[in-house]
C-alpha cells in the first residue's frame, strides 16, 4: 500500500490502473479528461498494459468498450455530461450485451446553459439503461468503488456495466489523501476476468443478436435476475474487499446516527459529507436527526429503505437533478419504495446543489428545520434567488 | 483449363433468411470464402441482421456481434483492441454494413475507424437505400431513383441528389487497401477479399449488391445486373493499395447504360434523355478513373520486371 495525494479523477485512474484493464478507449469532456489523461500516461509509460483506443467520440468509445467486452477483455471508459447523453442507446446495448463494462461519469450539468458545475441530472437520466450506479463521496470511496464495480459486475451471475460517479470538482478536482492498495492485494481480490458467455472466434456464434417476442420476454428477465442478484453480491465484495483493505463502506444504504431520530436526510454524493457534519453538530444541540447516503441508485436499496422507513416519521430527500413535470428523481423512487410499508413516513424534497451551486452546512441546517417543523411533500428549491425568479425566461 | 479459384468452404449456411436473388447475400458468402473462418464479424442493423435469422438460430459459420447502425467502425476497433489484448492475432476483424450503416449514419464512426488507422476490414454492401426499413432513400441511392421516400408522383421524379462516393471519403484517409466487388464477378471479389484479409491497416470494400425487390427487377437477374452494372462502367471494378489505382476489369469499351436502366422498375419513369446523361456522366468517372490510374502508376522503370541480370 503506498498513501498518494490524489484528485477523485486519478483516483479512478489509479484504480483502473491496479484492475489491469485491458481496452480503455473514452473521448475528453470537462470535468472528467485528467481520468484519462492519466490513464493515457499509464499505457505511454507501460504502468498499465491496456490498448488505448483513441476515439471520435463517447458514442464510439463506448462502443470500443462493449464490443471489446463482447470478446472477453476488461474494459474502460470514462464522461460526463454531454459526452453520457450521446451515449444513450450504446446504455442500453451494454446492459442488454451483457458487457461488463466499468465506467467513471463525473456528474456535470446538462446543458443549455452550458455549465460544468457537479450536477447528477446526466446520470439519472440513465437510471433506466440497465447499468449499475455507485456514487462515492471522497477520492477513497472512488478508488475503492471502482475496484469493488470490476469485481461485482465481472461474477457469472450479475455480468452487467457499472457506473462509478464522482460530483464534479468537489471529487474531480479535489486532492486528498488516498490510500493505494498494493498490486499483489488487488490481484488477489481481483483475479483476470473470466470469459463467461463471450464471442469465441472460429466457430458459429452471435452476440446481441435479433428475436421476437418468443425470446425477447425471457432475454430481459435475465437482465431482472442479474440485476437482482446485485444487492447481496455487492455485501459480498465489499466484505471481500473489506478483509483485504479493511475499509467498508456500509453496503446500498449506508446510514449515520438514525438510532432514534425524528428526521432523516437522504443524500447522494458529496452532500452526505456535508450533512454528516451537519448532523453532528444538532446532535450535540440535541436534536434528533440522521442521515442515510444513496450509495447506489441502481438497483435501487427498496429494502434497506423500507427498513428505514420503519425507524423514522420525516425523511427529507436531498435531490442534486431536476427532473421535468415530477419531484425530484431520488424523492419519486424513496416514496415508491417504501409505500408497501406498514410505516409510511412523510417525505420531502429538496432540490438542492444543481448546477455545481454549492451546498453548505446551513443550507443542510435549514433543511432539517423544515422537516423537523412542518414538512410537506411539495419539492423545496433550496438557495433559490427569489430575484431572479423569472428573469431567465 | 481454367483452375477455380473460389474455396469450397462455405461459412454461409443453407436457410438464411434473405430475398430470392439477394445481392447482400451473395456478397457474404463470397466475402466469407474469401476471409476464411478465423473472420469475427460486426454486424448493425441491416437486411443481415435479418437474414443471418433470429436467436437460437445463426446463418453463419463464424464469430458475430451485432452493434448498432451507427457504430460498425467504432465496434472493430474495439474487436480488434480486445483481440490483441487478448492475444487473438490471427482474427480478421470485419464490420459488414449496408450503405446507410457505412456512408450515412455510420459515417463518423468509419472515418474513425480508418483515421485511427484500426487494423480491420470494413466492408460496405451497397444495396443504394435504406432496404430493412422498406426501400427508403439512402445517400448511396442514385440520382432519379425511386425509393418510398423518393416518390415518382406530383411534383416529384425520384432522388433529387446524386450517389455519395463512398470510395472517395474512403480514400480520402488513406487507407491501406480500398476495392470494389461485385458478386457477379466471383473470382475477382474472393481474390480482394484474400488480399483485403491479408493486408494490415484498414482496408475497405464497397460491394455492388443488387435488391430484387428494392430496385424492382426479378429475382433472378441479380447476377445480369450486376455484370451489366460493372461493363457498362457504373460500377467499374479496382483496387487503391498505399495509393496505387488499377482496374481489376477492363474489358473493351463501355457498354450503353440504357439495358442496366431498362430492367429495373426504380428507374421506369426515365426518358430517353435522362438516360443518356447517366450515360454522359459513367463515361466522364470512367475517364477519370483510368487517368487515375496512370496517374498512380508506379514509376515504368519499378514495374518492368528484370528478366536476366544486366551485363555486367
Ligand atoms: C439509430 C437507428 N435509427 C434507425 C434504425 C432503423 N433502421 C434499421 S435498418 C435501417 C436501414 C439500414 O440501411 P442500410 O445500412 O443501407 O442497410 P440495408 O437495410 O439496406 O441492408 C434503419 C434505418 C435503427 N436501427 N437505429
Redesign the pocket.
Known sequence: MTREVLSGNYAQSYAVRLARAQVVSAYPITPQTTIVEKLAEFVATGALKAQFVEVESEHSALQVVVSAAGLGARTYTATSSQGLLLMH?LMHWASGMRAPVVMGVVNRAVAPPWNIGADHTDTISQRDTGWIQLYPESNQEVLDTVLEAYRLCEMEDVRLPAMVTEDAFYLSHTYEPVDVPAAELVDRFLPPREAHAVLVPGRANRLGSFTGPDHYVEFRHELARATAAVPRRLLEVEEEYRRLTGRAYGGALPTYRTEGADAVLVTMGTIGTTARTVVDELRAEGRKVGLAKLRVFRPFPEEELRHLAGEVDRLGVVDRAYTFGAAGPAATEVRAAIYPSPHRPLVADFLAGVGGRDVTPAHVRRMFDELLGAPTAETRWVDLAPEEVGAHG | MAKLTIPAQELMYRGHAACPGCG?ALAMRLLLKGLGPRTILSI??????VIATPFPTTALGVAVLDN???ATGASISGLRAAADALGLDDVTVVGF??????????LQALSGMLERRTNALFVM?????????GI?R?G?TPRGAWTTTTPVEGGRHGKREAKKEIMGIVLAHHPAYAATVNPAFPEDFVRKAEKARDVRGPRFLHVF?P?PP?WKFSSEETIALGRLATESGLFPLYEVEDGVYRLTRKGGSLKPVDEYVRRQGRFRHWSPEEIRELGDEVRARWEALLRLERETAPARAAATPVLAPAPA
Open positions: 442507446e | 447482400p448493425p442493423a441491416c437486411c443481415w441482421t448498432p447502425i451507427e454494413a449496408g450503405d446507410g450503416g457505412t456512408a450515412d449514419i455510420g454492401y451497397d444495396n443504394e437505400g435504406y432496404m430493412n426499413t427508403q439512402s448511396a449488391a435488391c428494392g
